[in-house]
């Protein structure tokens, strides 16, 4: 079998499962992978590109000891510190990306968390945001329990983002204040919730192709609706700062077994698109179907999502939001 024909199966309504021989991906042919993945991607997503865009609700300080990330106090990063951002700011940028035609808008905080007064804010920021914009909302907020993801909910929020980072086996070596179960349960509830639950990783920190693949099946058996692929760009002051950057090949095949493995789920390119040629283009037509854009609430983010729209029509995908039909 080659990768057209297994793709040609996934659409009949075959599903990849741990018991099958998944170094098949690592072998096959890239192009013939890519273009089945592609295939894939127009059957079950069809041509519309979901867009999300982030604002950075609160930064540094984290005590987690994550050993990619800029915002983790463990790590010596000049990354900006600040407390939850003023509603006005959140509210700006949201309204800024609903003109642009952003499908959501997302508040991510760093921290465990979040809790108390600060958690209590952003309530009240997706209720204005619910109450005068039509574009979709996201939270990304740490280990929230069921009662905070049901008052996000509530609040206007369909969309809970909560990465797994890499697989179980993995895991340990990338963090240790926190375990890979822990963010199992946690997805389990943003299931149980009703709410879109978007999980992914990082590709690139050291990990085998085996604990991609892995990755790859574990947010299958998950039901995960959108999947962030993040290639990691590494950032000085981090344990991962000497790591070389993945190539385009390796990334494109990575996206590729993903669609494969999560045929109805939203694969979203995330950090590392400057290692793609046109900040992704190929990647588009390889199983990706979703991505981040923009760039808080900044000219140059408008320029993005600009941009990143003119690439996509070129394509001839459909960047039009639900709230705009």
């Known amino acids: 079998m080659n990768a057209l024909e297994l793709a040609q199966e996934i659409i009949e309504g075959r599903r990849i499962t741990r018991a099958d021989d998944l170094s098949f991906f690592l072998t096959c042919d890239l192009k013939e992978l890519c273009e089945g993945a592609d295939r894939i991607r127009g059957y079950f997503i069809g041509d519309k590109v979901d867009l999300c865009s982030i604002i950075n609700g609160r930064s540094g300080r984290c005590p987690e000891d994550c050993k990619y990330c800029a915002q983790s106090a ?12 003023p509603e006005d700011r959140i509210i700006e940028a949201c309204k800024m990306n609903e003109s642009e035609g952003v499908d959501r808008f997302s508040i991510v905080t760093s921290g465990r968390a979040l809790t108390g007064e600060e958690f209590e804010k952003a309530i009240h920021a997706y209720e204005t945001m ?112 000497d790591l070389p950057r993945l190539t ?53 983010a408008c320029a993005t999502i600009r941009s990143d729209r003119k690439m996509l029509e070129s394509l001839h995908r459909d960047v039009t939001p639900d709230y705009l039909r």
Not at 74 to 79: E, I, K, S
Not at 269 to 290: C, M, P, V, Y
């Open 248 to 300: 385009e090949d390796d990334i494109l095949r990575t996206i590729a077994f993903f669609r494969y493995i999560n045929p109805e789920a939203n694969i979203r390119l995330a950090a590392g698109r400057a290692l793609l040629t046109n900040d992704g283009e190929i990647a588009f037509q390889s199983g990706a179907s979703a991505t981040i854009t923009g760039n808080m609430l900044t000219t140059a």
């Open 74 to 85: 463990h790590n010596h990063t000049d990354c900006e510190v600040y407390d939850f951002l």
């Open 130 to 241: 619910h109450r005068e914009c039509k574009i979709d909302l996201c939270a990304s907020m740490g280990f929230l329990n069921e009662e905070q993801l049901h008052r996000l909910h509530e609040a206007g929020v369909t969309s809970y983002h909560h990465n797994i980072e890499t697989s179980k086996r993995n895991f340990p070596n990338i963090c240790t204040t926190h375990t890979y179960d822990q963010k199992i349960e946690t997805l389990k509830k943003v299931k149980a919730e009703g709410m879109c639950a978007c999980s992914g990783g990082i590709i690139g920190m050291g990990e085998t192709w085996e604990d991609r693949l892995d990755m790859a099946i574990s947010l299958a058996e998950l039901g995960i609706d959108s999947i962030p692929i993040n290639a990691l760009m590494p950032i000085k002051g981090t344990p991962l700062e």
